[in-house]
Antibody
Framework: EVQLVESGGGLVRPGGSLRLSCAASGVTVGDNYMSWLRQAPGKGLEWVSI???????FYADSVKGRFTISRDTSKNSLHVQMNSLRADDTAVYYC??????????????WGQGTLVTVSS | IQMTQSPSSLSASVGDRVTITCRANHSISTYLNWYQQKPGKAPKPLIY???SLQSGVSSRFSGGGSGTDFTLTIDSLQPDDVATYYC??????????FGPGTKLEIK
């Protein structure tokens, strides 16, 4: 069974930084497309970033230049370094495995999420 | 690519057939996925490629459409179906976008 467990969320001031982690079991992070998505309180879903099997990375325009996705294959974990945080980055952040089939990407499964609150 | 969904919320009775619509502002062929998110839980994939049922998902769920207009239909609505449903376009993968969601309640 694939299990993804996020950690590292919390309260941070605007302009601050935070690093989220996702511990994976039942799936090898380095052999999969791994992604971060988020959901602001009471709002919809937003894709944030993805790292491909080969290491290529992509970002949503809203976080480009501020967030960096990475993985640690020795610990089978996924990370995202979030800098220059803003109030509109407040959200539950989910780690998810991406499934890319014939050019179509979807996310399965998702972790339980970790809440990031950006506030002074 | 922008996605819209209608209605934003709906209330139906147990046993009803419910249809949710998702629309893209550009043609996305069948690069469309559906998710179910129950209160306080992570999203769960239901449908991929517009019409293909994810493994383990009830056959009461079905998807249709292509191009810009898509539907998610739930037959014989059950109390356990209370959730918010999201569509997601995969045409511009990996730069995917989600619809705003449709909140489904039981009357």
């Amino acid at each position: 069974e694939v299990q993804l467990v996020e950690s590292g969320g919390g309260l941070v001031r605007p302009g601050g930084s935070l690093r989220l982690s996702c511990a994976a079991s039942g799936v090898t992070v380095g052999d999969n497309y791994m992604s971060w998505l988020r959901q602001a309180p009471g709002k919809g879903l937003e894709w944030v970033s993805i790292i491909y099997k080969g290491g290529r990375t992509f970002y949503a325009d809203s976080v480009k230049g501020r967030f960096t996705i990475s993985r640690d294959t020795s610990k089978n974990s996924l990370h995202v370094q979030m800098n220059s945080l803003r109030a509109d980055d407040t959200a539950v952040y989910y780690c998810a495995r991406g499934r890319l089939v014939e050019g179509l990407l979807w996310f399965d499964p998702w972790g339980q999420g970790t809440l990031v609150t950006v506030s002074s | 690519i922008q996605m819209t969904q209608s209605p934003s919320s709906l209330s139906a009775s147990v046993g009803d057939r419910v249809t949710i619509t998702c629309r893209a502002n550009h043609s996305i062929s069948t690069y469309l996925n559906w998710y179910q998110q129950k209160p306080g839980k992570a999203p769960k994939p239901l449908i991929y490629g517009a019409t293909s049922l994810q493994s383990g998902v009830s056959s009461r769920f079905s998807g249709g459409g292509s191009g810009t207009d898509f539907t998610l239909t739930i037959d014989s609505l059950q109390p356990d179906d209370v959730a918010t449903y999201y569509c997601q376009q995969g045409y511009s993968s990996p730069l995917v976008t989600f619809g705003p969601g449709t909140k489904l309640e039981i009357k």
